[in-house]
């Protein structure tokens, strides 16, 4: 499992406690599923005090992470394919090349 | 509907199962109100058979051996329809996964697979897993016993036996009552194969110590011939020597596998039999009238007598290429003359191998009540097998499937990849199984290309758990991660066949996703260009050794 890749920056993931969806923590200290909302640490001081401020509002998350990220055009993108994934859902259209027969 | 031919649960299985809802609909609500902690509650919920993946909860359904009325097929449709996305994926151990759970819903979805006879228990963690089995027993031609009776038997005494339920690692038992395997029972931690001794009695070749994942190893015989009543003394012998000596300091050490290395088959045989001198003979002795009550329970559907050729499927397989192709391809002898088994195979061209939308499996239950007597098997090759379907019925049949996607003639050809979920749903996952293998059945997708390649097992498996049981392909691929790139390892020559079992040999350096299709596509040729008449691609590679193909995609010999 990569997902601790090396990035120029840090954002902080976890699950929704009660349907599982990927959440961000947020810069108003929430949790969204929306990740233009993560708020991003831009050094490894910043990351350090990121997760433990993430987990200190984690009662309706599971297991929160620092995600290793990178600007791109000014906007982050995560490293691995694994949050990428994450971030971006499924990679493959979920219905058959015959999509009209997988109803 | 039938009645006959299941195990149905009895009043002492549904209070179990009942109370087992029960008791996690208490344990949710105490994780939502925050009662429990995630440390506190993970446990828990793995073995009621509740992942956290990357997207959402997955919950893991057990199919005892991959058995199915066509009512508990509905029933996943509709719990598919309600509570997770409109389908679910079915797995290489014969279970189902839904892959976008909420933990809300677990304790009702748990509740509706109870109201079918059905649980998610013991499809996590280290205790013992489905029992799994042949997906064509008592249907296949060369079957000595129905190895159902013996899984199911071993299902009732594996579930929630408390002497195992922590043991050092999973434990996955499989049962073939047939001379061809068709359950990989030398890959699995205990392996059963029924056949008979010169006398004529059914007993048991007890294999132990087989598996695939991060170290795959061959099971070994540690019995020949087990007679049938003593059974149960001889997996609770092996289990207890495995519960003392297996390890449990090091996780990647800790299948009854590496054990059974390290000591050794004599010792380990040894060990099981002083346990096994104590037991035998003692309450888990199966007599004859336990055995028989069970046997009972699957018996065959009442079949009429039918003629053993039917016209109309041979005037059709004479005119219709593409009938004749679904005939040669996904329809099985069956044990009864004017019978076959079918393979539904859930490999439509370019989809996501075991994948099934709610609307196609009611279908398919709708099929089996049609034709096939309301039974439907789940195979270890992520199909479904419809196993008493009428001759007469085949054309009736091949037009239903074709109209769900269920009728491309790939059952065990280059199109019936098998793959597991990988990187796009699973949080062990190094790389993606299905775009690959979406990818590889596309460029595969020819019908009679297929047919002319003939016999050859793909399988792909997005980690080195080897969910895909890439060690047991002819080819085997293996997603790794590099650095943060995709990138897969081709192995040759694995093969999951008792008889014939073998561990695939890597290839060479790890590839992109795309020059791995253009090395599948170059041995593929390669094949066909040096075969001899009667090889499958899996005897040409170990005729010609792996040189010549690493040429065909190295360009050397590496």
Redesign the interface.
Same mark, same amino acid.
């Given at each position: 499992?990569?997902k601790n890749?090396r990035g120029t920056h840090q954002i902080v993931t976890a =699950?929704r406690?009660? %349907?599982?969806?990927?959440v961000f923590f947020t810069r108003s200290g929430d949790w969204s599923p929306d990740f233009n909302d993560a708020v991003v640490a831009d050094d490894p001081a910043a990351a350090e005090t990121l997760l433990p401020r993430a987990r200190g509002a984690a009662?309706a998350t599971? +297991?929160p992470y620092l995600v290793a990220v990178e600007l791109v055009d000014g906007a982050p993108v995560p490293?691995?394919?694994?949050e990428r994934?994450?971030v971006g859902?499924?990679?493959?259209p979920?219905l058959?090349?015959?999509a009209s027969? &997988?109803? | 509907m039938p009645d006959s031919y299941f195990y149905r649960y009895d009043a002492h299985d549904r209070a179990l199962v009942a109370e087992r809802v029960a008791q996690f609909r208490d344990q949710v609500a105490r994780?939502?109100s925050?009662d429990l902690t +995630?440390e506190q509650f993970k446990p828990l919920r793995l073995t009621n058979g509740l992942y956290?993946?990357?997207?959402? &909860?997955m919950l893991r359904v057990a199919i005892p051996y991959g058995t199915l009325t066509s009512g508990q097929l509905r029933a996943l449709a509709g719990i598919a329809r309600r509570f997770d996305?409109g &389908?679910g994926h079915f797995t290489t151990r014969q279970n189902l996964q839904f892959n976008w759970?909420?933990? +809300?819903d677990a304790p009702d979805i748990l509740e509706a697979l109870a109201a079918v006879d059905m649980h998610a228990m013991q499809t996590s963690g280290n205790c013992i897993r489905n029992v799994t089995a042949d997906h064509f027993a008592g249907a296949a031609g060369d079957e000595v016993e129905d190895p159902r009776i013996w899984a199911e038997i071993v299902r009732q005494w594996s579930t929630l036996h408390p002497e195992f339920s922590f043991l050092p690692r999973k434990f996955k038992i499989a049962v073939t009552g047939s001379p061809r395997d068709r359950a990989a029972v030398r890959v699995h931690d205990i392996g059963l194969r029924l056949h008979r001794d010169p006398a004529g009695a059914v007993g048991f070749e007890v294999i132990v110590g087989g598996g695939l994942g991060r170290t795959p190893m061959i099971g070994k015989t540690l019995r020949d011939f087990l007679p049938r009543e003593d059974l149960l003394a001889y997996l609770e012998a092996t289990l207890r020597v495995y519960n003392r000596y297996g390890r449990r300091d090091n996780l990647y050490k800790a299948r009854i596998k590496i054990l059974v290395h390290e000591i050794g088959a004599e010792r380990m045989r040894g060990e099981v039999d002083a346990e096994f001198h104590a037991l035998r003979g003692t309450a888990l002795r199966l007599p004859d009238e336990v055995i028989d009550a069970i046997a009972r329970q699957f018996a065959a559907p009442a079949l009429a007598a039918r003629p053993a050729r039917s016209e109309d499927v041979e005037r059709l397989r004479a005119r219709d290429r593409a009938f004749a192709r679904w005939l040669a391809a996904n329809v099985t002898p069956h044990r009864v003359p004017g019978y076959a088994i079918v393979t539904a195979a859930l490999k439509?061209?370019?989809? !996501?191998p075991g994948?099934a939308?709610a609307?196609?499996m009611d279908a398919v239950a709708d099929l089996a009540d049609r034709h096939s007597s309301g039974e439907v098997r789940v195979s270890h090759e992520q199909n479904l097998i419809l196993p008493w379907v009428p001759l007469d019925d085949l054309q009736a049949l091949w037009r239903a499937l074709d109209?769900?996607?269920f009728a491309d003639p790939v059952a065990g050809r280059i199109g019936d990849i098998v793959a597991c979920p990988g990187? %796009? &749903?699973c949080?062990?996952? =190094?790389?993606?199984s299905? !775009?690959l293998a979406?990818r590889l059945s596309?460029r595969f997708g020819d019908a009679a290309r297929q047919q002319e390649i003939g016999e050859l097992k793909v399988r792909i498996s997005g980690c080195i758990n080897a969910c895909g049981h890439h060690h047991v392909g002819h080819i085997g691929i293996l997603g790794v %991660?590099r =650095?943060?790139t +995709?990138l897969y390892q081709i192995s040759l020559g694995g093969d999951p066949e008792a008889g014939s079992t073998a561990i695939g040999e890597i290839l060479g350096p790890a590839l992109t996703e795309e020059r791995t299709i253009e090395a599948i596509e170059a041995m593929v040729d390669l094949y066909l260009a040096t075969r001899v008449a009667g090889e499958r691609f899996v005897d040409t590679y170990r005729r010609l050794g792996a040189d010549p193909y690493k040429e065909k995609v190295y360009g050397h010999r590496a």
């Open positions: 499992m990569a890749l =699950n406690l009660s %349907d599982g969806v990927v009662t599971v +297991e490293v691995s394919m694994r994934i994450r859902g499924l990679t493959f979920v058959a090349a015959g027969r &997988y109803a | 994780r939502l925050g +995630e956290l993946q990357l997207h959402a &909860y996305r &389908y759970i909420r933990l +809300e439509q061209l370019g989809a !996501p994948d939308s609307t196609q109209a769900l996607g990187l %796009d &749903y949080a062990l996952a =190094n790389a993606r299905i !775009p979406q596309l %991660d =650095n943060g +995709e």
